[in-house]
């Protein structure tokens, strides 16, 4: 895997399950099934993706049932017999370009599990979910403190000596640095390094 940051394209699901506007309300639900999997991108044309269907936007086929009550949304849901009429509108979508943090922040303000990666303009590259983001924390201590020690500690001053040692993903520095401003800079980039999950300074100032 490349070095932090690291881009959604890095971690994403290539192999997408996919339908278009016209498919069925059963299909789709044999599809999510069939995928272990909670939401579908809707397509359209040559790829573009003009929407999500997701498990929530079926249930009030079941929910509304045996009641004429209900929001006008909700009722409008029920009704839904194809993915067209069914799905969520415009789609929540990421960049393959984007960063791990970015995909992260639009899942939790958009409430949402797993996002369609799309090119420029808007053709479906693969899909994202929680669990590719923290494929990050996969990565070995060495892996991380190799990186820690090749971005970040050889960038800084030759004045500065610092080590770096890394145990479940938390990163321990320890040595002296000549500029004590310099000691929050270090740290944020140290955080940057996709797979840290802390950070403790043990540092010295001469």
Do not use: C
């Not at 067209?84 to 415009?90: Q, W």
């Not at 797993?114 to 053709?123: A, E, I, M, Q, S």
């Not at 971005?151 to 002296?176: D, W």
């Amino acid at each position: 895997m490349p070095e932090s940051p690291y881009t959604v394209s890095a971690v994403m699901t290539h192999t997408v399950v996919a339908v278009g506007s016209e498919a069925p309300f059963k299909e789709i639900v044999e599809l999510l099934d069939q995928w272990k999997v909670s939401a579908l991108p809707v397509l359209a044309g040559e790829g573009r993706v003009v929407g999500v269907v997701s498990e929530a936007d079926l249930l009030p086929k079941e929910e509304f049932r045996d009641t004429d009550e209900g929001e006008l949304a909700a009722r409008a849901k029920a009704g839904g017999v194809t993915a067209g009429e069914l799905m969520s509108t415009p789609a929540v979508t990421v960049h393959a370009d984007a960063s791990l943090a970015e995909a992260a922040r639009i899942m939790a303000r958009r409430h949402v599990k797993r996002l369609p990666v799309v090119d420029g303009v808007g053709l479906l590259q693969g899909v994202v979910s929680r669990g590719d983001l923290l494929k990050v924390f996969l990565r070995s201590d060495e892996e991380i403190a190799e990186e820690i020690r090749h971005s970040v500690l050889n960038r800084l001053p030759v004045t500065t000596t610092l080590t770096v040692s890394v145990a479940e993903g938390v990163v321990t520095l320890g040595g002296s640095m000549p500029d004590r401003t310099l000691i929050p800079v270090v740290a944020r980039a140290v955080r940057a390094v996709e797979g840290v999950v802390d950070i403790q300074l043990d540092l010295t100032h001469r």
